[in-house]
């Protein structure tokens, strides 16, 4: 299993605190945000970690984080040119990813939950994680069936269909890249995560499990002064770096 965080993107809903650095290298309590992904990943025993970045931002990142012998990982660092979708992620992350599976997490997204166990056991297919919300049109949103299956995805749907978010932690086997691949531009001009776990629930492939604690996509002033209460209160302990 490799890992691959995602912190590109612009983060224009957090500026001006984003004029000058990436949204993923602000505090969260008492640590940049992007060590809570990275938790994540080095707790499930990845070792070998693809941080892809904005062009601008890429040197900070290298001060921060180094090759990650500090923390027991390896580091390869690529370029994201411009925010043209979370799957796009796969594109560029081809040669990392080679012949094993990967779990992909965005550098915004803070779980309390500990999803360590579900990543060391993942078998084949895909699974992600969803969490109920109360603005689902914010997110690709899952429907369950009367057994909690999901039946169905739809990205940032216009019309309610369900209030479960999926969460942006994605665990999928090696056919992602060719998934990925075969993609066409959504109307926004990004290659959707959505359409990739489309694909294989087509397939019957697709396990989505419910996080049951606290989830954030720390993207808005809001959701970041979540995150440092969360973090402030009961992830502390909990981390490894």
């Not at 990650?68 to 690529?78: A, N, P, S």
Request: include cysteine.
């Amino acid at each position: 299993m490799r890992g691959i965080i995602l912190s590109g993107g612009l983060a224009t809903r957090l500026r001006p605190c984003t004029k000058i650095t990436s949204k993923q290298l602000l505090p969260v309590y008492n640590r940049p945000m992007i060590y809570y992904p990275l938790n994540t990943l080095i707790k499930a025993g990845i070792k070998e970690i693809l941080i892809i970045v904005a062009p601008e931002r890429a040197g900070d990142y290298l001060n921060l984080l180094g090759s990650g012998k500090e923390f027991g990982v390896k580091f390869t660092y690529e370029i994201q040119d411009k925010p043209t979708g979370i799957a796009e992620a796969f594109l560029i992350g081809e040669n990392f990813i080679d012949q094993d599976d990967v779990t992909l997490i965005l550098g915004d997204n803070i779980f309390e939950d500990d999803l360590s166990e579900e990543i060391k056991n993942f078998k084949a297919g895909a699974k992600v994680f969803a969490k109920k919300v109360h603005d689902p049109e914010r997110f690709g949103v899952v429907k369950f069936n009367g057994n909690m299956r999901a039946e169905k995805i739809i990205e940032k749907p216009k019309e309610w269909i369900s209030d479960y978010a999926v969460t942006g932690l994605y665990i999928y086997d090696n056919k992602v890249v060719e998934i990925s691949k075969n993609l066409k531009p959504s109307d926004r001009g990004e290659l959707e995560i959505t359409d990739v776990n489309k694909v294989y629930l087509e397939k019957g492939e697709l396990e989505v499990a419910v996080v049951e604690n606290e989830w954030i996509d720390a993207g808005t002033f809001d959701s970041l002064l979540r995150a440092q209460i969360l973090a402030k209160e009961k992830l502390q302990d909990k981390l490894l770096i």
